[in-house]
């Protein structure tokens, strides 16, 4: 079974910039999540997806953040324009249901440096 | 709002030595806590998850068990390799859409 597919690896970009994250979660798994984790701490949950509907967006600072799930798969996750705060990985993770007690699998994120 | 705390921040031990990590939580109304390691430069990979009705759950040398009307849950990690050096981070699910609230980790170095 692939696993959660992230891309790019790694962005650097200046402040005030934009930049966008693409992921492709495991076949067949409903529901998205996106977490940021910033150096040092655990990942803190943005977005969380079912299919193509928002679960839960109320960690995502939608002054800059921005994220969809047109088709039910895919997702982009966005950011215009970039504080230097906004430094961090960005993790995208799954899981076949939304549903509690389902595990989630993660790729490998995306690490944002912001100059 | 649910806070998640771990217990050593960082952890060096050698090579063969039984050890404990630990995390408690806030909130003790949780559907479920995970376990989760992390190597440098990668994802999390999930090790074990407890349901709220159980009180450990066992895989290979690692074992966690969790006390939810006291907010704690251990991770047992026995006869320590080099190979489980890593940052192991606990979380804890408070609704059904499995929404995790992660704690800072414990990064942990096991040496030859």
């Known amino acids: 079974e692939a696993g959660v597919a992230q891309s790019p690896r790694y962005k650097i970009i200046e402040k005030r910039q934009s930049v966008a994250f693409w992921c492709n979660p495991i076949s067949g798994h409903a529901t998205l999540y996106w977490y940021q984790q910033i150096l040092g701490q655990g990942p803190k949950l943005l977005i969380q997806?079912?299919?193509?509907?928002?679960?839960?967006d109320s960690q995502l600072p939608k002054d800059r953040f921005s994220a969809e799930r047109l088709k039910g798969v895919d997702s982009t996750l966005k950011i215009q324009p970039a504080k230097l705060e906004d430094s961090a990985v960005y993790l995208c993770?799954?899981?076949?249901?939304?549903?509690?007690?389902?595990?989630?699998?993660f790729g490998d994120g995306t690490r944002l440096s912001i100059l | 709002k649910q806070e998640v705390t771990q217990i050593p921040a960082a952890l060096s031990v050698p090579e063969g030595e039984n050890l404990v990590l630990n995390c408690s939580f806030t909130?003790?109304?949780?559907?479920?806590l995970q376990w989760f390691r992390q190597d440098p430069g990668k994802g999390l990979t999930s090790l074990l998850l407890?349901?709220?009705?159980?009180r450990e759950q066992t895989s290979g040398r690692l074992n966690a068990s969790l006390d939810k009307s006291s907010g704690r849950s251990t991770l047992y990690i026995a006869a320590s390799q080099p190979g489980d050096s890593a940052t192991y981070l606990c979380a804890v699910s408070n609704n059904a859409g499995n929404m995790l609230t992660f704690g800072g980790g414990t990064r942990l170095m096991v040496k030859p």
């Open positions: 909130d003790s109304a949780i559907y479920n």
């Open positions: 993770a799954s899981s076949s249901r939304g549903g509690r007690n389902q595990p989630q699998h």
């Open positions: 997806f079912q299919n193509n509907g928002v679960v839960d």
């Open positions: 407890i349901q709220s009705s159980q």
